[in-house]
């Protein structure tokens, strides 16, 4: 309204705009009664424009099932939730490909966010996670590692955790089928992992965690390696190790 002084509007027409941005979350009021962005909508546009950069680079990126027997591939991806889209995309791809396979493995330095995936991405996942049973050893068990955790184990019964700080922190890693992937974190990126994951309490909002994720400042690098008896020998040594299982 200062940058257009002429512009003709009334107060009435002012309230209800301000009444209809309210009402789609767009808008919200302080504790003055000032009217300011909604921080979940800012969020969302943010989301958004991650999954249109994530779907931009998808399209130049050969799915994982293409890689032959023996051979490495290296992608980096700006931030660690695009490295996270772009995972569960190509296991969504895998399973309309083939049947989807008896048993995955994560080993994870922190548990892995989902509950910031979309709600396409959690469909996504819900539906990866329906058949098989899977596995993931973290790391580090801080009430925030709990919380990733619970959500997953609450939403399908199909996912085993267990935590073991002994376990390799050098990188996390994800196993499925004939795919060894490894995911490179930087440094500086863990270590604002651990402040922010031994911070958080439980009630707390989860918006450092998101911002940390979202920051382009660590690109992680992402190895894949198609490798059948690797595979195999690492899945069989872990099953065994951490959940009794031969």
């Known amino acids: 309204l200062k940058q257009e002084p002429t512009a003709k509007l009334t107060y009435q027409a002012i309230h209800k705009a301000l009444g209809q941005l309210s009402e789609q979350k767009i808008v919200e009021k302080d504790g003055k009664g000032a009217y300011r962005l909604d921080i979940n909508w ?6 958004f424009g991650d999954r249109v950069e994530s779907s931009y680079v998808r399209e130049h990126i050969a799915h994982f099932s293409d890689i032959e027997e023996k051979s490495i591939v290296s992608i980096t991806f700006p931030s660690f939730l695009h490295s996270l889209y772009w995972f569960l995309d190509q296991m969504a791809e895998d399973y309309s490909r083939n049947n989807r396979p008896d048993v995955t493995l994560g080993i994870w330095y922190h548990v892995w966010p989902f509950t910031m ?38 939403r399908k019964k199909t996912l085993f955790m267990c935590y073991d700080s002994k376990s390799d922190a050098a990188c ?21 992992m651990d402040r922010v994951f031994s911070e958080w309490k439980p009630g707390k909002d989860i ?35 951490h959940f009794n299982r031969k």
């Not at 800012?42 to 989301?47: A, F, P, Q, R, T």
């Not at 098989?132 to 997953?152: E, P």
């Open 207 to 241: 918006a450092d965690a998101y911002k940390l994720f979202t920051d382009e400042k660590y690109p992680i690098e992402v190895v894949i390696a198609r490798n059948k008896r690797l595979t195999e020998e690492k899945l069989a040594e872990a099953l065994e190790t």
């Open 42 to 47: 800012i969020h969302g546009l943010k989301e």
């Open 172 to 192: 996390d890693v994800l196993i499925t089928r004939d795919f060894y992937i490894q995911f490179f974190l930087p440094r500086e990126f863990k270590r604002r």
């Open 117 to 154: 995936a979309s709600e396409a991405d959690f469909k996504k996942m819900e539906v990866l996670m329906s058949k098989g049973k899977h596995y993931a050893i973290a790391h580090s068990d801080t009430a925030l590692d709990k919380f990733f955790a619970n959500f997953m184990e609450m």
